[in-house]
């Protein structure tokens, strides 16, 4: 197989690619050749590099609504985010913010990767998005409406504004996407099980797949369910609120957007010469069958496994990962459980750690899709950031945190992600060689 | 592909009118409909008044007070299938199965119901918008998220497989299964609970249909309301309800002398891009969906011995199929028996998907198709064999199943009895 062309090589050193099932000739593969950042780190990826590699903190009081009688009055909110850029007027009264954050991200998706907002070929095109929320704020409303108005009555957008589907559903519409699209719920892992399922669908024939997340859990009511789970930061000073694997860790900040990526086949994108990030090569996910409780860590073990099957399947060994993006939960004691499943991977060469999710706020399923974008443009731009803390690690969670920027080697990124109530997943990447390096690496 | 094959040795259903998979055969096969007055609230209030409700007992499900207690109704209807669906096939897990035991459920709207019910204590019945916490039950978050029902599922029965909820609106129990049949193929996993639940009857969702019109107006006959295929339907019958396969892959199942009630031979999924709501008349991307389904099982379609039609009961659902079945399915359109088990169960959004599933796999077990029923008046558009109201025995050996729903997703799913492709 050609493993070059356009200048680009979707495929670096490293030992040949396991044999995929489904695939057994590996002949169908998928990269990664747009991304649309839509979060609270900005809008685009290059205003997300800025805030990755400047290591700005974006999170701050919640302005969405007033959240002054609330426990959690921190979240990570998108800057300057203006709907009607993005979604025209007919759509804006039938779609809860969430699904807007998905229509910006998705049209910067396929601008980055240089494809007509409308699919040539329906058919051939799908999305498929995670979603743990649905349509919040829209449901709050038409709940008040129901309960505290005159009669019993919600409007007409509400069957199609507030489940889970809506999201795709519109997208589909909007932009064409006929082919073969879901919707997946796996609380904050499913980001990175949305990329793994459009290397199925890529797989089993489709050559473009739309995949990602957005959230919006940002409404009075979505908050005060999230309280629920025990697991948020009550801490009002934004700098303090959200500080993962450091002595201080005591909980997350809820946030709101996420990314969205275009998925394609590769021969697809080598014969128009698409820039590639870089290649989905393994994933898995595994759950602890264990609920999460007060008194709950997440199982280590079966984190682990869950990130050996995803570098098993990429055909990458643990020697070859250049960076880990942890979930980096920010509660001490799923820190350091994570911290173990790590060390159980990679024993006593642990790759370099590198998380952001304290300058953004952790947007579910968004917020483990923000961290496939940022794994992707660390291997495409030569740079692995710094890590954002912990300044002070906690006992138990001493690991390999890049202090300070680094070149990749192999190119092999590892993403994992763990969601409320014992998911777990693991995301396997491996950049395209830059352009620039492909001469003397 | 790789050569791995999915087959379904375990069926657990919850569905209105028989709560278990012996009790839910014997009202569709005796043609008796489940849909009555809703009784779980005042319905005066609204356009349509009824609703197909499940009978459903947490204590005969064997539920803990502890899972009752956590668990959303539409989450202990999957507790109790996926039970039922194990005790089926006869698996006794060891620890290396644990591991490569998933569980992939859908559902459409997911803990819609308790979410409401909460909403109306924390805002005072609509009094504050900015709701008091502190008066949230304390598994709030597990209403918000619907993950919570694969994750409830893998927690009961210790799956450490991957874990997944698909929620693809009124497609989501074909898709669901679509989903677990991918893994058991790719080798992700070599079983999984395959399915999915919803429990939407609440206020809000029935405000929801009502605002569109979608939901039948029929109060004065809720036992006749639902009409799929009938030139005088008026609508959907809103219900709830449950299913889970257990897919496992073939060798796996024939190592252990399992017995299979069928084969997921193939399934396909395609959206209109049309409307969230809306249906062309013409049923292109259904059928396109069926053509792909029947291309991955390496089927004719006139091997095709029973359709399991989504029969919403809506005017442009019926002709919707209609036309995709005759696109598919060509001139076997015309003589394959055509069946909507929501005549009888109602329509249970993401649920129905895996309970019409359910009953495909029960098809092809007992050789016997369940009827269409409460058809009395040929509509000229819809001109194909709708078995009305009499359930027919006939062998069947493929059997396929649609779905579409809002959104615009349209999926098909076929099962086939073993013996036929071996």
């Given amino acids: 197989m050609t493993r070059s062309a356009a200048g680009v090589t979707a495929a670096g050193s490293g030992p040949p690619r396991a044999t995929a099932p489904g695939d057994p000739e590996g002949d169908r593969r998928a990269v990664v050749t747009g991304i649309g950042v839509v979060a609270p780190s900005g809008i685009g990826v290059d205003a997300h590099w800025r805030t990755v590699t400047g290591g700005i903190r974006r999170t701050g009081p919640i302005t969405l609504f007033d959240p002054t009688g609330y426990p959690t009055r921190v979240g990570g909110e998108v800057p300057d985010f203006h709907p009607a850029a993005y979604v025209d007027t007919r759509q804006l009264v039938q779609t809860d913010r969430w699904t807007q954050l998905g229509f910006a991200a998705t049209a910067l998706a396929l601008a980055d990767a240089g494809l007509p907002p409308r699919a040539p070929d329906p058919y051939d095109w799908a999305v498929t998005l995670a979603s743990s929320s649905g349509g919040n704020l829209f449901g709050q409303r038409e709940l008040q409406r129901l309960w505290g108005g005159s009669s019993r009555t919600v409007g007409a957008y509400q069957s199609i504004a507030w489940f889970y589907a809506a999201s795709v559903g519109q997208l589909s519409i909007h932009h064409q996407f006929k082919g073969p699209s879901g919707v997946l719920v796996a609380e904050a892992a499913g980001g990175l099980d949305s990329l793994a399922h459009a290397v199925r669908t890529i797989r089993r024939g489709t050559s473009v797949v739309i995949a990602g997340a957005t959230e919006c859990p940002l409404s009075p009511y979505a908050l005060a369910c999230q309280l629920r789970s025990g697991l948020l930061s009550t801490v009002d000073e934004p700098a303090a609120a959200y500080r993962p694997f450091d002595r201080v860790a005591g909980g997350y900040v809820p946030a709101e957007g996420g990314a969205v990526f275009v998925v394609e086949e590769r021969e697809h994108a080598l014969a128009r010469g698409a820039r590639i990030y870089g290649e989905v090569t393994g994933w898995a996910a595994t759950h602890d069958a264990v609920h999460t409780g007060p008194d709950t860590a997440g199982d280590p073990a079966t984190y682990a496994r869950a990130m050996r099957l995803a570098l098993a399947r990429a055909g990458s060994t643990a020697e070859e990962v250049d960076l880990v993006v942890p979930d980096a939960l920010g509660v001490p004691r799923y820190d350091r459980s994570e911290a173990t499943a790590l060390r159980a991977v990679f024993g006593d060469r642990p790759p370099p750690v590198s998380t952001h999710k304290s300058l953004t706020g952790r947007a579910h399923q968004g917020g483990s899709a923000l961290d496939v974008a940022t794994a992707l443009l660390a291997l495409h731009r030569d740079t692995l950031p710094a890590s954002a803390g912990p300044v002070d690690p906690a006992p138990g969670c001493e690991l390999d945190f890049l202090r300070a920027p680094r070149r990749p080697v192999s190119r092999v990124a590892l993403v994992c992600a763990r969601g409320f109530d014992g998911f777990n997943s693991a995301l396997v990447l491996r950049g395209a060689i830059p352009r620039q390096r492909s001469a003397t690496d | ?422």
């Fill in chain 2, 1 to 422: 592909m790789t050569g791995r094959r999915a087959v379904v040795t375990g069926v657990g259903v919850v569905a209105p009118g028989g709560v278990t998979r012996d009790r839910f055969w014997k009202t569709l096969t005796e043609g008796r409909t489940a849909t009555r007055r809703i009784s779980f609230f005042d319905p005066s209030p609204y356009r349509s008044q009824i609703a197909a409700e499940c009978d459903f007992d947490p204590d005969a499900a064997g539920l803990t007070p502890a899972q009752r207690q956590r668990s959303d109704r539409y989450v202990q209807f999957a507790l109790a299938c996926a039970a039922e669906a194990l005790a089926d096939s006869g698996l006794d897990l060891t620890d290396a199965e644990r591991d490569v035991a998933g569980v992939v459920l859908g559902t459409a709207v997911g803990g819609t119901t308790a979410l409401e019910q909460e909403y109306v204590r924390v805002s005072d019945s609509g009094r504050h918008w900015l709701v008091d916490h502190a008066l949230g039950g304390p598994y709030l978050y597990q209403a918000l998220v619907p993950s919570s029902l694969a994750a409830d599922v893998a927690c009961r029965h210790g799956l450490h497989g991957p874990a997944q909820v698909v929620s693809t609106g009124c497609t989501s129990g074909i898709d669901a299964i679509g989903y677990a049949h991918q893994l058991v193929v790719d080798g992700e996993a070599d079983i999984v609970l395959a399915g999915a639940a919803d429990s939407p009857i609440s206020p809000v969702t029935v405000a929801s249909f009502d605002a569109i019109r979608a939901t039948s107006p029929d109060n004065d006959d809720p036992g006749h309301a639902s009409r799929p295929f009938d030139a005088h339907r008026q609508g959907f019958v809103l219900a709830e309800g449950a299913a889970v396969l257990v897919l496992e892959e073939w060798e796996h199942a024939r190592r252990r002398g399992a017995h299979v009630y069928c084969e997921v031979a193939g399934y396909g999924s395609r959206s209109n891009g049309f409307h969230m709501t809306g249906l062309r008349p013409d049923g292109v991307e259904m059928g396109l969906a069926i053509a792909a389904a029947l291309r991955q099982a390496r089927l004719d379609p006139s091997a095709v011995s029973y359709v399991s039609a989504h029969g919403s009961g809506t005017r442009q659902n019926d002709r919707h199929e209609t036309a995709a079945f005759k696109r598919a399915l060509g001139p076997t359109a015309y003589r394959v028996p055509v069946s909507s088990i929501k005549s009888m169960v109602g329509h249970s959004l993401g649920a129905i998907g895996a309970i019409e599933m359910a009953a495909c796999a029960l098809a092809i077990e007992y050789g016997v198709v369940p009827p269409t029923a409460n058809w009395t008046t040929r509509d000229p558009e819809c001109d194909l064999d709708y078995v009305p109201n009499v359930a027919r025995e006939t062998p069947v050996d493929v059997a396929l199943s649609v779905g579409s729903g809002f959104g615009g997703f349209q999926s098909a799913m076929l099962f086939r009895r073993l013996a036929v492709t071996r």
